[in-house]
């Protein structure tokens, strides 16, 4: 079980939350000039890193915000959270990007 | 190398079990081969079998990082069924089944494939009339599929809890006769044994840490822990680290890897002699020849590369045990763990070519890698010996990606995603 630091809720067991998979991907832009292998890329290409993992998660049965969390993908080790909108908070963190 | 049969099992019972060789070498890697599989589970050995059956390419290395089928060939919950919804799915997993059908005989290894029948149960009125499009549809591709009545599951399920006032009440649901249980360490065993036979080194303990490229950008070889290894095709067949090895060679993949566990109870008396799997609750169950039921649920949620499991999941799977057969409420879970699945957006699998010349994919299988082995061999097989995807293996190139052609299969990989 892991337990997740919501930033308005405070350390919460996982099964209150539901992850939304990578985060930190902009859209293609403008769209109308943006070509079917980078628009595919954008919807379904994803890092998949075994390691750190920079990541979106809703407090689904809370406050139902959203959130990033950057966690390792081997040993489930949350190592830090942050809003959306902030940049990942430690070069650390980078690595994963 | 010993063929197996009732006759040589007599004779070396009498001679004491001293005639037996090993069933595969241990060879070192050569400098160079024509072939390099990278993946020593199901796929990866079915690939080599394949080459070197159909293909006559015998000058093949398979290498595996860990042991042979320690992956998720040897931590699946050992299902087989073709019953999938679109035409291009149905095609592949049925010609697997095919292949299963007729594999004990063709690889000289008994994979213990047990055509049991698999019940796929509907618990509310809108699983019915899903299951009843499913099976339109299935019917339409040739797979053998059909509704069966609350009774009909009352009797091939008795353990299964049909009353009126059940948790999950049974409203119906259908059937594919066909399908069953394989012993998933032997479909690893067998083909690796029937690949060695033909030649191909199958070199265990032997890590891919890179790829080489020659000034075309085309693959040139592979550096592994045991030395660089000259090739100019790649056939990867490595599941959950397939964006990892992807990530090597410089591209990536639309995959993201979760963890799917899988549970054994203790031994019991026979109780299920069938596959049963519920669309309320994704629960999938099966009872071993040893007596153990082997089930399993839905993914862990969240993207991971740790072979374990964690504590919701086993929680709400067993809970989905104790409501749906209430009679297996107090039976002990003997193990859990997990494997690591690569799931693509529309849970089908990719096959073929790469964005790196001279390197393919057998990838994106998912939660149901095992059911598809002989084909996903046999196709990459195909591509890497004639240079040609294999046209059951087309609709699932990595450029539907970008053609927006996806086989969206998230209902009948029949797991909760």
């Known amino acids: 079980m892991l337990l997740i630091e919501c930033p308005w809720c405070g350390p919460r067991d996982e099964i209150e939350f539901h992850c939304g998979g990578?985060?930190?991907?902009?859209?293609?832009?403008?769209?109308?000039?943006?070509?079917?292998?980078?628009?595919?890329?954008?919807?379904f290409t994803r890092i998949n890193p075994k390691g750190l993992h920079l990541e979106r998660w809703v407090h689904v049965f809370g406050c139902r915000q959203w959130f990033n969390v950057a966690r390792d993908t081997v040993t489930h080790e949350v190592k830090a959270v942050y809003r959306m909108g902030e940049a990942a908070p430690s070069t650390e963190a980078e690595a994963g990007r | 190398m010993?063929?197996?049969?009732?006759?040589?099992?007599?004779?070396?019972?009498?001679?004491?079990?001293?005639?037996?060789?090993?069933?595969?070498?241990?060879?070192?890697?050569?400098?160079?081969?024509?072939?390099?599989?990278?993946?020593?589970?199901?796929?990866?050995?079915?690939?080599?079998?394949?080459?070197?059956?159909?293909?006559?390419?015998r000058n093949?290395?398979?290498?595996?990082?860990?042991?042979?089928?320690?992956?998720?060939?040897?931590?699946?919950?050992?299902?087989?069924?073709?019953?999938?919804?679109?035409?291009e799915s149905a095609r592949i997993y049925d010609f697997a089944l095919e292949l299963y059908e007729g594999l004990s005989r063709d690889l000289n290894y008994n994979v213990?494939?047990?055509?049991?029948?698999?019940?796929?149960?509907?618990?509310?009125?809108?699983?019915?009339?899903?299951?009843?499009?499913?099976?339109?549809?299935?019917q339409l591709n040739g797979i053998d599929t059909e509704m069966v009545s609350v009774d009909e599951i009352k009797r091939r399920i008795p353990i299964l809890d049909t009353s009126p006032n059940a948790r999950f009440p049974v409203w119906g649901g259908f059937t594919q006769k066909r399908a069953g249980t394989a012993r998933h360490d032997a479909v690893a065993w067998g083909y690796a044994r029937a690949a060695d036979r033909l030649g191909v080194d199958i070199i265990q303990n032997c890590e891919v840490r890179g790829f080489f490229k020659n000034e075309s950008g085309r693959i040139s070889?592979?550096?592994?822990?045991?030395?660089?290894?000259?090739?100019?095709?790649?056939?990867?067949?490595?599941?959950?680290?397939?964006?990892?090895?992807?990530?090597?060679?410089?591209?990536?993949?639309?995959?993201?890897?979760y963890a799917l566990q899988a549970f054994v109870s203790e031994p019991l008396k026979p109780v299920l002699d069938t596959v049963a799997l519920s669309l309320a609750t994704g629960l999938y169950i099966s009872q071993s020849d040893k007596g153990g039921l082997v089930f399993g649920g839905a993914l862990d949620h969240y993207p991971s590369y740790a072979q374990r499991g964690n504590s919701p999941t086993v929680r709400s799977v067993a809970?989905?045990?104790?409501?749906?057969?209430?009679?297996?409420?107090?039976?002990?879970?003997a193990r859990h763990w997990a494997g690591i699945v690569d799931v693509t957006h529309d849970s089908?699998?990719?096959?073929?070519?790469?964005?790196?010349?001279?390197?393919?994919?057998n990838c994106g299988w998912g939660t149901g890698g095992f059911k598809a082995i002989p084909a996903g061999g046999y196709v990459l097989a195909h591509h890497l010996a004639t240079g040609r995807a294999h046209e059951l293996a087309e609709p699932f190139s990595l450029k539907r990606f970008a053609t927006g052609a996806l086989i969206d299969e998230a209902a009948a990989s029949g797991i909760a995603h």
């Open chain 1, 22 to 43: 990578q985060s930190h991907i902009a859209r293609p832009e403008p769209y109308d000039q943006v070509s079917d292998e980078t628009w595919g890329d954008y919807l």
């Open chain 2, 60 to 87: 093949v290395a398979v290498l595996e990082r860990g042991w042979l089928g320690g992956g998720n060939t040897g931590r699946n919950t050992t299902v087989i069924r073709s019953n999938y919804y679109y035409p």
């Open chain 2, 348 to 361: 089908s699998p990719i096959l073929g070519e790469t964005p790196v010349p001279g390197l393919y994919v």
């Open chain 2, 112 to 138: 213990m494939f047990s055509q049991r029948g698999m019940f796929l149960t509907a618990h509310s009125r809108h699983d019915l009339e899903g299951a009843a499009r499913w099976v339109g549809a299935m």
């Open chain 2, 2 to 57: 010993t063929n197996y049969s009732a006759w040589r099992l007599l004779v070396e019972g009498l001679k004491g079990q001293t005639g037996w060789s090993p069933a595969w070498r241990a060879p070192d890697p050569k400098p160079r081969y024509d072939v390099v599989i990278v993946g020593g589970g199901g796929h990866g050995l079915a690939t080599a079998y394949y080459l070197a059956k159909v293909h006559g390419v």
């Open chain 2, 319 to 333: 809970a989905a045990v104790a409501d749906q057969m209430p009679s297996l409420g107090r039976v002990r879970i």
């Open chain 2, 221 to 257: 070889g592979v550096e592994t822990s045991r030395g660089t290894i000259a090739t100019d095709i790649v056939g990867l067949a490595v599941a959950g680290h397939s964006s990892v090895m992807a990530e090597l060679a410089g591209f990536r993949l639309p995959l993201t890897s």
